[in-house]
Structure formats: structure tokens, C-alpha cells
Nanobody
Framework: QVQLVESGGGSVQAGGSLRLSCAAS????????MAWYRQAPGKQREYVAR???????DYADSAKGRFTISRDNAKNVVYLQMNSLKPEDTAVYFC??????????WGKGTLVTVSS
């Protein structure tokens, strides 16, 4: 099993920045990729960004150019640096991990609120 704990959420004004962290523990040596998703009030959970063990990364169109995903393999932490935040970025942000042999895990989420 893998346990994921997010942190770094909070309230910020539009145009501001936040950095989210996701600390992984447990069977981390089997993690193939880690990702961030978000869920705004009344909406479905949506993909934000993913980073593979190789270091390759991918972003949703809404995140491209503003968000950066990175990882510290030694600490088993994944980060999401969010710049130029917009009110529509307001959501609960969830960390996700998928293991090389199939299982996926979710964190409990951290709330990001962006005011105009």
C-alpha cells in the first residue's frame, strides 16, 4: 500500500502562487507515476498534471504554462507549483499514485481557494 498526504493548500488572491506537496509513504518503490487532480465544487474531479518515475511530465491544458509538477525521489515528495492562480483554480487538490503492477492510491486532498 501507499499512503499519500497533501499539504500546502490555502487562500490566495488571483495572480498569486501556491506550492502543494504530496508526501508518499509505504510501498513507494513500486510507484510508476504520481499526479495531481482537482475537484471544484459541484464539478467532477479533473486531471491537472502527472510526473513519471523517469521525470517526464504531462499537464492538462488548464495547467500548461502556469503549473509545474516536480518530485524529490529521495524524499518521496511530489510538488505542484501553481503560479498566476485564477478563481477557477479553486478546488480541492488530490494527489494520486499508480503502482507499476496496477493499484492506484489517492490522498485526502488539500483545499485551494483563489479570490478575485
Amino acid at each position: 500500500q501507499v499512503q499519500l498526504v497533501e499539504s500546502g493548500g490555502g487562500s490566495v488572491q488571483a495572480g498569486g502562487s501556491l506550492r502543494l506537496s504530496c508526501a508518499a509513504s509505504g510501498n513507494t518503490f513500486s510507484v510508476n507515476a504520481m499526479a495531481w487532480y482537482r475537484q471544484a465544487p459541484g464539478k467532477q474531479r479533473e486531471y491537472v498534471a502527472r510526473i513519471w518515475i523517469s521525470g517526464s511530465s504531462d499537464y492538462a491544458d488548464s495547467a500548461k504554462g502556469r503549473f509545474t509538477i516536480s518530485r524529490d525521489n529521495a524524499k518521496n515528495v511530489v510538488y505542484l507549483q501553481m503560479n498566476s492562480l485564477k478563481p477557477e483554480d479553486t478546488a480541492v487538490y488530490f494527489c494520486h499514485a499508480d503502482l507499476s503492477y496496477g493499484p492506484v492510491y489517492w490522498g485526502k486532498g488539500t483545499l485551494v481557494t483563489v479570490s478575485s
